[in-house]
């Protein structure tokens, strides 16, 4: 058994002063930790050494509990620094690295995946063995993370021959992975588009919502492409499974019933524990997916969930001068949960008797409790009718009673030691709510509010974060923009900037996504159609991937084709009609054969089968009012509604320019495939 030998002198951690919180969680660690970066590797390559490669994110659970257990015992840290050298990675900064050496990791162990990631690899940086969590010592007949060192180590000593081809073959399994691209493409049709639909259809859980089994994600992706594919057939079980999981999880503990904003995923089927990180994300899309169940159905609680979310962004996620954090953390005070979870007693303390009672009804809490210790995760445990009948009172009583006690327990937590908080700024995650927000302003109307919060963040990244090319940085901190953009960032944000330009009739925005989407187009484009995860001078990595397949979040490609099909319909150009066509193409074979995993691509599909749609509202006044709610009402997902007070000066995109006011009455310009009927007036 390989034994660290006397090492040479001790050097230190790099990690203390690193931007990534992440990465500086780890900075006192004993293990002889560097980030990613030439000296890192020039090392491993001069000491014919194999890289232990720790990937996490600052809000995880498990990354937490394995650096408390392992990393920070002198005598796990002696091996780690004597028979490898080791490195730590923010996946939320790296996804690139991150998208890599997660699909050796879901190669390598029959298709399970997650974070803390461990890989070990060769110093030529392929993969040859990986793992997730390891605890610290051999228990419930998984090895500890000892075990694990010294017989990699072992293994690279006596057995590197057979290591090296096995990093070969997963190497190039993952080139085949990460690159989906088909030669022979097929047509992207109403058909095709609604076998995604009725892939979520073959997995559905009808007592809870969602997919079956546990645990459970929010399907936010798959919610989009079943109300557009519900439109299209009138086939109304497609709207009635995404309108039932919206419920579903809007009731459950994973809806942060206190605070607004969503967990990151529920433990168990009926989205009642969650795993409590708070993703920006997950929230992004979420707020998309209830405005748009709000529009569909026109369920007033769909549009008190996304005022919600959007309250809790503004509070809790917002950075003083207009942009999005990442992340807040499960944990407080050491604990998953501790400050979500309530206890009754804590119930009496904070509201008294009575209140409690009822509060303890309402809210699923009982002394038992459902989580750990005796405490409680809040859920909506009532409908309004049924919590009347229970209390003896009016449902409008009860209601008002269930807001009173809600606002009376969560400033009872405020005063509780909040989650860590990620403050990074990511450029691709705040597109994304960049487009949430826009969507919530559209179509559940919230004065403004959202469409403020949105268009302070995107001037931010655009003065911040965007070059005059068009080239974005993937992250902001504390006044530095940092690494070059990744296609997600280019894609997210300009899908951003075109739903802002619509939900705010600010059009200068068009310009600027037309500026990224040309950056994008020269430094991520695979001439053979769709685009690289990276640019054509990123760091040379053992793959260049494709992200085809959508995952927590819309895969860059499907985005980037939604930004060529938003632009062609802004400007006519014929240019982004035919990008946003060859980007699906790359990848239709897939995506039919495989719907489940592409709801994204097929929610852009199902826009660009049909010729483009607008309605256009010139003018000011409750005309106007009037009118924007005649475009929205009813719904139709794929139309695209932009409402301006004055009309455009010249250079204005074709949607808008020359469309005016009708003899001083507001007025609306419905188009078809660029052609427009008279103006209707109020």
């Known amino acids: ?52 490669l720790s990937i996490g994110y600052s809000a995880c659970h498990w990354c937490h509990v394995m650096e408390h ?23 939320e900064e790296r996804p690139d690295l991150d998208q890599i050496y997660m699909q050796a990791t879901t190669l390598m162990n029959d298709g399970h995946g997650g974070w803390p990631m461990s890989v070990f690899l060769t110093p030529e940086l392929k993969p040859f063995f990986t793992g997730t969590y390891f605890p610290p010592e051999d228990r419930y007949g998984r090895p500890g993370f000892p075990t694990v060192l010294q017989a990699i180590a072992d293994a690279w000593r006596s057995r590197r021959e057979s290591l090296l081809d096995s990093a070969e073959k997963v190497t190039e399994a993952i080139a085949q992975a990460t690159r989906l691209r088909t030669k022979t493409p097929v047509a992207l049709s109403a058909g095709v588009v609604a076998k995604g639909a009725a892939a979520f259809e073959s997995r559905f859980d009808a007592r809870h919502g969602g997919t079956m089994g546990a645990p459970k994600f929010p399907p936010s992706q ?226 403004g509010r ?16 965007v070059g005059a090319d068009g080239r974005a940085k993937a992250v902001w901190y504390a006044g530095e923009a940092r690494l070059d953009g990744y296609l997600d960032c280019h894609a997210f944000l300009a899908w951003g900037l075109l739903e802002l330009a619509a939900a705010s009739g600010e059009v200068r925005y068009v310009a600027d996504a037309e500026r990224i989407a040309g950056a994008m187009r020269r430094h991520f484009a695979d001439p053979e159609g769709g685009y690289f995860f ?14 085809a397949m959508d995952n927590a979040t819309p895969s860059g490609n499907a985005i980037a084709a939604m930004v060529h099909r938003l632009l062609y319909e802004w400007t006519g150009a014929a240019e982004h009609r035919e990008a946003a066509q060859s980007t699906l193409a790359a990848f239709s074979a897939v995506a039919e054969r495989f719907p489940s995993a592409f709801p994204m691509m097929l929610t852009v599909a199902d826009r660009c089968i049909e010729a483009p749609e607008s309605v256009v509202v010139v003018g000011g006044g409750p005309g106007a009012k ?39 009455k507001a007025a609306a310009y419905y188009c078809h495939d660029f052609v427009c009927e008279r103006p209707r007036t109020a």
């Open 534 to 547: 990276t640019a054509a001078d990123h760091e040379q990595l053992i793959v260049r991937s494709q992200d």
């Open 69 to 91: 257990e392992s990393f920070t015992d002198p005598r796990i840290a002696e091996l780690m620094n004597a028979l490898f050298v080791n490195i730590k990675v923010d996946r």
């Open 450 to 465: 959202a469409a403020r919060l949105a268009a302070r963040a995107a001037d931010f990244l655009l003065a911040n974060v």
């Open 626 to 664: 009037s009118l924007l709610e005649g475009a929205l009402r009813p719904w139709r997902p794929n139309r695209l509604v932009v409402a301006r007070a004055a009309e455009e000066p010249d250079g204005a995109p074709s949607l808008v320019a020359g469309k005016t006011a009708a003899d001083g």
């Open 1 to 52: 058994m390989t034994q660290p030998t006397s090492p040479a002198a001790p050097r230190r951690n790099r990690l203390a002063k690193e931007a990534s919180l992440y990465l500086r969680q780890h900075g006192e660690n004993p293990v002889d930790w560097y980030p990613w970066g030439p000296e890192a590797l020039g090392r491993a390559r001069a000491e014919d050494k194999p890289i232990f």
């Open 222 to 447: 798959s919610v989009f492409l079943l109300l557009r594919c519900a439109e299209r057939s009138g086939q109304e079980r497609f709207r009635e499974m995404a309108l039932f999981t919206l419920d579903k999880m809007a009731a459950g503990g994973m809806y942060d019933q206190l605070g607004g904003g969503f967990h990151r995923y529920s433990v168990d089927e009926k989205w009642l524990v969650p795993h409590f990180e708070k993703m920006l994300y997950d929230n992004a899309l979420l707020l998309r997916a209830y405005a748009e169940g709000y529009a569909a159905s026109g369920r007033e609680g769909f549009a008190r969930v996304a005022r919600e979310i959007v309250d809790y962004v503004n509070r809790e996620m917002t950075h003083p001068d207009g942009p999005f954090y990442s992340t807040q953390d499960a944990d407080s005070e050491g604990e998953e949960g501790k400050f979500f979870a309530w206890s009754a007693a804590e119930l009496r303390e904070a509201l008294g008797d009575d209140d409690a009672e009822f509060a303890a009804r309402a809210y699923g809490v009982t002394a038992a409790g459902n989580f750990e210790h005796g405490t409680s995760v809040l859920f909506r445990n009532y409908g309004i009718e049924d919590l009347a009948k229970q209390t003896g009172t009016t449902p409008e009583a009860a209601a008002a009673r269930v807001e009173a006690v809600r606002a009376k327990l969560f400033a009872v937590r405020e005063q509780r030691v909040k989650p860590l908080r990620d403050e990074k700024v990511l450029t691709a995650w705040n597109g994304l709510m960049i487009a949430g927000l826009a969507a919530a302003e559209r179509l559940v109307g919230l004065e």
